[in-house]
């Protein structure tokens, strides 16, 4: 089974403090995601990686920036941190022979 | 107008009884059409992967295009506990891009 793991279920920080999300996945896929999913709104997508070291912005990059250095791994940084960016963040993999995207967990942000 | 508009409910209905779940959508791009199970603090799994027009069964599962309409569906039949969850559209222009859309979702709660 494919697995995406998300280290950070549950954080708090600070208004202006630095927050990384990390994800891994076992499935050597190329494309990785991050979303981040707000009541009424749905997953909107804030960056996309379809190989190590590239990135494309999604529909709402500002105020995120990523890291992929591995394969397997796939980061969310938020430089400095506020509070409209309190939500769930989740991050998939998508299967390259059927499109299917694969979720991690969700790790659920709150900044105060 | 959103991309994609779903019925947020929440819907309650009683175990046995057959769930109707929609999407509209704007894009007549879109090509592929997804639906994805979410149950509470958990990521989006996916339930059902249709291409263009028609219907697909799978089990007590059935998902149903109209892209004519603009309109998918998604059936369940005789309806359990355990399928309470979010139940998420999402659908793409191409198996290979990254354009994936979300809905909103629809909250679904099965009463024993």
């Known amino acids: 089974d494919v697995k995406v793991t998300q280290s950070s279920r549950y954080l708090v920080k600070r208004t202006g403090e630095k927050v990384f999300l990390e994800c891994v996945q076992d499935m050597d896929h190329e494309n990785m995601f991050w979303y981040r999913q707000d009541p009424g709104l749905g997953l909107r997508l804030i960056y996309f990686?379809?190989?190590?070291?590239?990135?494309e912005k999604g529909d709402i990059p500002e105020g995120y920036s990523v890291s992929r250095e591995k394969k397997e791994r796939f980061s969310l940084i938020l430089e400095s941190a506020s509070t409209n960016q309190t939500s769930m963040y989740l991050c998939?993999?998508?299967?390259?022979?059927?499109?299917?995207?694969?979720f991690g967990e969700g790790s659920r942000l709150t900044v105060l | 107008q959103k991309e994609v508009e779903q019925d947020p409910g929440p819907l309650s209905v009683p175990e046995g009884a057959i769930v109707s779940l929609n999407c509209t959508y704007s894009n007549s791009a879109f090509q592929y059409f997804m639906w994805y199970r979410q149950y509470s603090r958990k990521g989006p799994e996916l339930l059902m992967y249709t291409y263009s027009s028609g219907n697909k069964e799978d089990g007590r599962f059935t998902a149903q295009v109209d892209k004519s309409s603009k309109y998918i569906s998604l059936f369940i039949r005789d309806s359990q506990p355990s399928d309470s969850a979010t139940y998420l559209c999402?659908?793409?222009?191409?198996?290979?891009?990254?354009?994936?859309?979300f809905g909103p979702g629809t909250r679904l709660s099965v009463l024993p």
């Open positions: 990686s379809y190989d190590v070291k590239m990135k």
């Open positions: 998939a993999s998508k299967n390259p022979d059927t499109g299917e995207l694969f």
């Open positions: 999402a659908m793409s222009e191409g198996n290979y891009g990254q354009n994936f859309v």
